[in-house]
């Protein structure tokens, strides 16, 4: 079975400090892991995701995202944080060897900046 | 690409009343997730079609509910009677499941209320 934890359920920052949303995971094999962000009375919007290959991946707005295998965590990262970054974000998973279609969501966090 | 389409983006019924929210994915995507957002619950996956069949509805809360996909290009989530705990955002998410990643792109969203 797969599945997402968001430990935060709120993650408050003043704008221009580093902000960091953390996500860990369980799959059985490998895991395809995603962030999506959610402004107010928006859909989900995709932000970035894991595949393979380098560790670090960087998404959309300035974010990005480390996948640590040992750690089963993949946290949401940006170096400076933006008012306009406040909104509600999830991190999602999808185990590889699965011939299901569908992902998995965290809770979600929500994130304030403050000028 | 218009992305998903939701249609309508907001409804306001009473209980009792037939509710039938819509669907169009983007074009070339073939497979389809109804999803529902609340306070309480957060985003919870209802029903999901690949290749316009229903592979897991396992999320449909009761028979009140049921959803159909009769072509690749559109789709229903229909609620008969409709009830107010029934409130919520639904999302329509479509995705290729014949890439590597499976990413899914959300829809605005119907904000449904049932008085």
């Known amino acids: 079975a797969q599945s997402v934890a968001q430990p935060e359920d709120q993650v408050n920052v003043a704008e221009g400090n580093p902000l960091t949303v953390k996500c860990t995971y369980s799959?059985?094999?490998?895991?395809?892991l995603f962030w999506y962000v959610q402004y107010p009375n928006r859909g989900l919007q995709f932000l970035l995701k894991?595949?393979?290959?380098?560790?670090l991946v960087k998404g959309s707005y300035g974010f990005e995202a480390e996948f640590n295998k040992s750690q089963t965590s993949f946290h949401l990262k940006k170096p400076s944080a933006l008012v306009s970054d406040s909104a509600l974000y999830f991190c999602?998973?999808?185990?590889?060897?699965?011939?299901?279609?569908?992902?998995?969501f965290g809770a979600g966090t929500t994130v304030t900046v403050r000028a | 690409d218009a992305g998903v389409i939701q249609s309508p983006r907001h409804e306001v019924t009473e209980m009792g009343q037939e509710v039938t929210l819509r669907c169009k994915p983007i074009?070339?995507?073939?497979?389809l997730f109804w999803y529902r957002q609340t306070m309480m619950r957060g985003l919870e996956l209802l029903i999901y079609?690949?290749?316009?069949?229903?592979?897991?509805d396992s999320g449909m809360p009761e028979d009140r509910f049921s959803a159909k996909m009769p072509n690749a290009s559109f789709s229903t989530l229909k609620i008969q009677p409709s009830e107010p705990r029934d409130s919520a955002v639904y999302f329509c998410?479509?995705?290729?499941?014949?890439?590597?990643?499976?990413?899914?792109?959300f829809g605005p969203g119907t904000r449904l209320t049932v008085t």
């Open positions: 998410a479509s995705s290729f499941s014949g890439s590597s990643s499976y990413e899914q792109y």
């Open positions: 799959v059985s094999g490998n895991p395809y």
């Open positions: 894991y595949i393979t290959g380098d560790n």
């Open positions: 999602a998973v999808r185990d590889i060897p699965s011939t299901d279609y569908k992902l998995s």
């Open positions: 074009s070339g995507h073939n497979s």
């Open positions: 079609f690949n290749n316009n069949v229903p592979i897991d």
